[in-house]
């Protein structure tokens, strides 16, 4: 909408031939919406008119031309914010408001015994920490219970992801395996690979079966942030021993 140099370009008569120029401002009825906008129009259009003659270039009215400085500061904030959820974050529906198991002290090697996930310890393009978080909170479900066994990584790479179990497991999938599948002991998923068996075809009565109360940590999906508190796995599942 080309500015013409002529008197009263931002009378009121103006500001109602730009209106009708921008029917979704207001449609037909623009009587309410030219009270609140016309005096920042005015003002507007006062302040391009002065600056006219020095532009090397023809200003015209826009979109724009009746928001106020604090309308446009206020749409172009460009400042960061943080929404408190992760990188990865996904909606789920937990059962329990909140969840505050006993936590205890494990140490865990995955890395001594598995080639790819001593390999996950270098730069590569392999997701892996899905594993380790599923089996580091199955083992802490059976310590809470005085259990102690250690449970099959082996088993959860290769029964939970279909395809490539690089490409990791969201939190809404972890929570219906480890419902629907479980997990098995490490030394059961062992004997199994020495006679030559499918890990997946362990039957149900040597599994255990959890029920996932809440599944979220400080930071669900981000992993990395959670090694600053000490603890990069282990929080992320509050998960309950079904048998």
Request: overall charge negative.
């Amino acid at each position: 909408m080309s500015v013409l140099h002529t008197e009263g370009i931002c009378s009121s008569e103006a500001y109602d031939v730009y209106l009708e120029a921008y029917p979704v401002k207001c449609g037909l009825d623009c009587t309410e919406y030219k009270e609140e906008h016309f005096d920042t129009f005015e003002k507007n259009c006062k302040e391009m008119v002065s600056r006219q003659s020095y532009t090397p270039y023809q200003m015209e009215f826009t979109m724009l031309m009746d928001f106020s400085k604090n309308n446009l500061d206020g749409i172009m904030d460009m400042e960061q914010k943080h929404s408190r959820r992760g990188s990865y974050y996904e909606p789920i529906e937990a059962k329990e408001e909140a969840v505050e198991p006993a936590f205890t002290t494990m140490d865990r090697d995955f890395c001594s015994e598995d080639a790819e996930l001593r390999a996950y310890a270098k730069p590569n393009n392999c997701s892996l920490s899905w594993v380790t978080m599923i089996v580091n909170a199955g083992e802490r479900a059976l310590a809470m219970i005085g259990g102690s066994e250690k449970l099959s990584a082996a088993f959860v790479k290769k029964c939970y992801a279909e395809g490539d179990a690089c490409n990791g497991l969201g939190m809404a999938d972890i929570a219906e395996e480890l419902k629907k599948i479980g997990l098995v002991t490490e030394r059961e998923a062992n004997r199994v690979l020495e006679e030559g068996g499918n890990l997946c075809s362990i039957p149900q009565s040597k599994r255990f079966t959890f029920k996932v109360l809440k599944a979220e940590g400080p930071n669900r999906g981000g992993l990395m942030n959670l090694i600053g508190e000490g603890n990069p796995v282990l929080t992320l599942l509050s998960i309950d021993l079904n048998r």
